[in-house]
């Protein structure tokens, strides 16, 4: 038996042996093949347990993080780019195609100014041609009104080229294009470096998979320092086989909601979660495998398509964590981000119009920027900073490990 069993232990013995704990995750990411150049993962904390409830390795939002910790990413944003190309001058970020978001744009400039400040000359280069028509740039105004140009770009030789200044030579390429709709590059053709890898797009990507990863990384830490592991993770279930439009599985999808409340506690609350969805659509919450066989047409059509009409045939069912964080009297959880296996800060979203087990990550969500030590809980603020760190550095690793089985590493 574990001897680290609540959740107030294991914040005692986080903050006690977090060096011991830092030398453990740092030796496990070295071991890995391959690990997210950038990410960002969502916790929520509980009064019983702390949870990675997604991660997102094609990250928005470095718009939201606080100025002091986007200036002590620099330094990681270059050293992690040195590391896959030491000879790195010019970036490319690949972004979506999503130009009407204004606020996404205003991530942009600020992961593009982020990486100028590490002395890279950046562009934002783009191959989707619907954006262009007979142009080859297009200049647009985030919301803080700061100007973001997209260049036409193709693959020639191999390499990334900007077509309307063939004398720009890409060194490297940071995606930030999900792919739940794949791009039209010849991937592996590429000799540009290209990271995160487009093979881990939503495309193909699944939730379900990354979950037993992440469930599988928790469990071994939790045995090295003898912790239970439920204390650092949601319970899930995975679903296949079902088609919302036509109630095919539903039936099983019921089932594997009962099959977890009945593992959890008669008052669980579940999260439907398709398991390609994105920018979090298609996400429900019922309280019982009754309530799926009940959903109406609406319902169901909105856990059918996903972004660019990804068809949803798979469902993640997991445990709804309630949150206890709170912001100005609304429910909140945390966002960490991470460069290079390191967490570089975060923010809290939160949602007026929600409870505090609901999805968050929907209409009337704000995000409220803080450093690590402004995070109000009322509780021990280095404690926090060492907990938080430490899911989202596993949920790191599980996408290193989810990454070698995906890309046969």
């Known amino acids: 038996m574990a001897s680290i069993q609540t959740k107030a232990e294991l914040e005692k013995f986080a903050l006690k042996n977090w060096n011991a704990i830092n030398d453990f995750l740092v030796n496990w990411q070295n071991e890995l093949p391959l690990l997210p150049i950038y990410s960002s993962v969502d916790i929520r904390e509980s009064s ?87 142009q080859s740039e297009i200049k647009l105004l ?80 939790a045995e090295h320092f003898s912790i239970n592991p439920d204390l650092l993770s949601a319970k899930y279930k995975a679903v296949d086989g079902v088609d919302f439009s036509t109630k095919e599985g539903l039936e099983n999808l019921a089932k594997g909601v009962d099959q977890l409340i009945s593992e959890t506690s008669p008052t669980t609350k579940v999260f439907l979660k398709p398991s390609q969805g994105t920018y979090g659509m298609g996400i429900s919450v019922v309280n019982s495998g009754e309530e799926v066989l009940a959903m109406n047409r609406k319902e169901r059509n909105k856990m059918d398509i996903g972004k660019n009409h990804i068809k949803f045939t798979s469902v993640l069912v997991q445990e709804g964590i309630e949150t206890i964080i709170t912001y100005d009297g609304a429910p909140a959880e945390i966002t960490i981000y991470l460069v290079g296996g390191e967490s570089v800060g975060g923010f809290m979203r939160t949602n007026k119009e929600r409870g505090t087990v609901s999805n968050l990550n929907s209409k009337g969500m704000v995000f409220k920027k803080f450093c690590f030590t402004e995070i109000e809980q009322g509780a021990d603020h280095a404690q926090q900073e060492v907990i938080y760190s430490i899911i989202a550095r596993l949920a790191n690793i599980a996408s290193g490990l989810e990454m070698k089985e995906l890309l046969s590493l």
């Open 48 to 134: 019983q347990k702390f949870a990675a409830i997604d991660h997102n390795l094609y990250p928005a939002g470095f718009n939201n993080i606080c100025s002091l910790d986007l200036e002590m990413s620099v330094n990681i944003f270059k050293k992690t780019i040195y590391k896959y190309y030491p000879e790195t001058k010019t970036v490319s970020i690949i972004p979506e195609s999503n130009t009407k978001n204004t606020f996404y744009l205003d991530h942009l400039n600020a992961l593009k100014s982020t990486l100028e400040a590490g002395g890279f000359q950046v562009f934002f280069t783009s191959f989707d041609e619907e954006l262009f028509q007979d």
């Open 142 to 221: 985030s919301h803080s009104e700061h100007e973001i140009i997209f260049y036409k770009s193709s693959v020639a030789n191999g390499k990334i080229m900007v077509d309307s200044h063939p004398e720009i030579h890409i060194d490297f390429a940071l995606l930030n294009n999900d792919q739940s709709r794949p791009l039209p590059v010849p991937w592996t053709e590429l000799t540009t470096p290209v990271h995160p890898s487009p093979g881990m797009g939503w495309y193909c990507r699944q939730k379900n998979i990354y979950f037993k990863h992440y469930e599988m990384a928790c469990q071994k830490f």
